[in-house]
């Protein structure tokens, strides 16, 4: 049985940083991309960031580009999303995703979604 499990999330202040993680169980992350994807309450879910099989492509939507970092690390059973210089827009509950194949993209499609980890952001 597959399990994507996310932790790290948590409340902290404009400007500081959280790590997600996102460990695995059934499958192992090395030959697939992976995404993170966060869902604000009463908005549609949204990519955030990908990564390729091979770590050599990576994707950041515009609005967290330069703030945030996805990686997985050489276990390959882990994946993680460091979120640094958080605003007040990015509060949402962050999903991490594996997906069918090794890239990610148009006709690709996500295989497995964790259920979820919460980041707030306040002063």
């Known amino acids: 049985q597959v399990h994507l499990v996310e932790s790290g999330g948590g409340l902290v202040q404009p400007g500081g940083s959280l790590r997600l993680s996102c460990a695995a169980s059934?499958?192992?992350?090395?030959?697939?991309?992976i995404g993170w994807f966060r869902q604000a309450a009463g908005k549609e879910r949204e990519v955030v960031a990908c990564?390729?099989?091979?770590?050599?492509?990576?994707f950041y939507e515009d609005y967290v580009a330069g703030r945030f970092t996805i990686a997985r690390d050489s276990t390959t059973t882990t994946a993680y999303l460091q979120m640094n210089d958080l605003k007040f827009e990015d509060p949402a509950d962050y999903y991490c995703?594996?997906?069918?194949?090794?890239?990610?993209?148009?006709?690709?499609?996500?295989?497995?979604w964790g259920k979820g980890n919460l980041v707030a952001v306040s002063s």
């Open positions: 990564i390729s099989d091979s770590d050599e492509r990576t």
């Open positions: 995703a594996k997906y069918w194949y090794r890239d990610y993209g148009p006709g690709t499609g996500i295989q497995y």
């Open positions: 059934g499958v192992s992350l090395r030959d697939y991309a």
